[in-house]
C-alpha cells in the first residue's frame, strides 16, 4: 500500500538555525499539506501546495516557513530561523482530492 | 465557538462495549467530514469518510447531520487494538485547489480487558 514517507523522524537544532523537513507524498497525488502539533494540542493546518505553488496558508505559516518540490517526488518545509516555539511534531499530507494520507511525521525540537 | 468540537474524555469501556463519540462543527461551509484515529506520538490515520446517509466499516458506524453540523462514530464490540485518541476531522475547499483540513482536539479512548 503506497505511504507518506518523512525525514528524518527526529531533528535537534539550535534556536535561531534552518531546518528542512523531507516528506514523499503518494505518487499520484496531487494535493500536498504541512501541519504541526505541539505536544498536548491539536493537529492544526500550515500549508496546501498544489500545482507547484502555494494555495492556502494559516497565520502559523509565517515569513519564517517555506515550501518547496525541488522534482517530482519530494516536498519540503524549510523554517529559517527557528524560535523554541517551533516544537513539536511535523506532519507530510497528501491527497487525491478529499481523503488526505498522513506520514509519520518529524519531531522537531529546538533548544 | 471552536471549529471543530470534541468530548475529550478519556472513555475507558471493557472489551466487547459498544461506544460512541460525539462531534459538532461551526462552519457550515465544511463540506467533508473525516473521523482518523491517532496513536500516542504517531500520525492520524484516516479511519473513514463520513455521509449524509451514513455508512459503516464492520464494527464503526459514522453518521453526518449537517442541519445540526453534528458528526457522530459508534464503535461495537471494542478491541484492546481500538484503544487511540478518536479524531473529528472536518474539510473546507478554499478554492485554489486547496483543501483544509480542521482537526477536533479528539476523544481518547482506553479499552480495558
Known amino acids: 500500500e503506497p505511504e507518506v514517507t518523512q525525514t528524518p523522524s527526529h531533528q535537534v537544532t539550535q534556536m535561531g538555525q534552518e531546518v528542512i523537513l523531507r516528506c514523499v507524498p503518494i505518487?499520484?497525488?496531487?494535493?500536498f499539506y504541512w501541519y504541526r502539533q505541539i505536544l498536548g494540542q491539536k493537529v492544526e493546518f500550515l500549508v496546501s501546495?498544489?500545482?507547484?505553488?502555494?494555495?492556502?496558508k494559516s497565520e502559523i505559516f509565517d515569513d519564517q516557513f517555506s515550501v518547496e518540490r525541488p522534482d517530482g517526488s519530494n516536498f519540503t518545509l524549510k523554517i529559517r530561523s527557528t524560535k523554541l516555539e517551533d516544537s513539536a511534531m511535523y506532519f507530510c499530507?497528501?491527497?487525491?482530492?478529499?481523503?488526505?494520507?498522513f506520514g509519520p511525521g518529524t519531531r522537531l525540537t529546538v533548544t | 465557538r471552536k471549529e471543530v468540537e470534541q468530548d475529550p474524555g478519556p472513555f475507558n469501556v471493557p472489551e466487547g462495549a459498544t461506544v460512541a463519540f460525539n462531534c459538532t462543527y461551526s462552519?457550515?461551509?465544511?463540506?467533508?467530514f473525516f473521523w482518523y484515529r491517532q496513536d500516542c506520538r504517531k500520525e492520524p490515520k484516516l479511519l473513514m469518510s463520513?455521509?449524509?446517509s451514513g455508512n459503516e466499516d464492520g464494527r464503526f458506524t459514522a453518521q453526518l447531520n449537517r442541519a445540526s453540523q453534528y458528526i457522530s462514530l459508534l464503535i461495537r464490540d471494542s478491541k484492546l487494538s481500538d484503544s487511540a485518541t478518536y479524531l473529528c476531522?472536518?474539510?473546507?475547499?478554499?478554492?485554489?485547489?486547496?483543501?483544509?483540513?480542521?482537526f477536533g482536539k479528539g476523544t481518547k479512548l482506553s479499552v480495558i480487558p
Open positions: 499530507a497528501s491527497s487525491d482530492i478529499h481523503e488526505q494520507y
Open positions: 505518487s499520484n497525488h496531487l494535493y
Open positions: 501546495f498544489y500545482n507547484n505553488e502555494i494555495s492556502e
Open positions: 462552519n457550515s461551509a465544511s463540506q467533508s
Open positions: 463520513v455521509y449524509s
Open positions: 476531522v472536518v474539510n473546507r475547499y478554499s478554492g485554489a485547489g486547496s483543501y483544509q483540513l480542521t
